[in-house]
Nanobody, 121 residues
Framework: QVQLVESGGGLVQPGGSLKLSCSASGRIFRIVSQAWYRQAPGKQRELVAQTTNGGGSANYADSVKGRFTISLDNVDNAVYLQMNSLKPDDTAVYYC??????????????WGQGTQVTVSS
């Protein structure tokens, strides 16, 4: 089993910055992908940023391109989301997502507990 622990959310003014962190622990043989999703009240959960190949490639939602950056610490199995130039529309609960193999053939998808990000003046 894999556990994900998130941190870094909070209240920030428009134009400000936050950095989210997600640490993975447990039975991890190989990580396939790491990602951040978000869910605003009354809306579906959406992909914000995802990285594969140990950080060799990344893709972002159009709404955050140029403002958010996903990065990894492959030693500690951690994934980060640096969020700059935040807007009120970025207000949501942010979830860490990891897809990983626990052995040569068994893989699963794991979610963090979520961390609230509120952008407001």
């Amino acid at each position: 089993q894999v556990q994900l622990v998130e941190s870094g959310g909070g209240l920030v003014q428009p134009g400000g910055s936050l950095k989210l962190s997600c640490s993975a622990s447990g039975r991890i043989f190989r990580i396939v992908s790491q990602a951040w999703y978000r869910q605003a009240p009354g809306k579906q959960r959406e992909l914000v940023a995802q990285t594969t190949n140990g950080g060799g490639s990344a893709n972002y939602a159009d709404s955050v391109k140029g403002r958010f950056t996903i990065s990894l610490d492959n030693v500690d199995n951690a994934v980060y989301l640096q969020m700059n130039s935040l807007k009120p529309d970025d207000t949501a609960v942010y979830y860490c997502n990891v897809r990983a193999y626990s052995d040569y053939v068994t893989w699963d998808e794991y979610w963090g507990q979520g961390t609230q990000v509120t952008v407001s003046s």
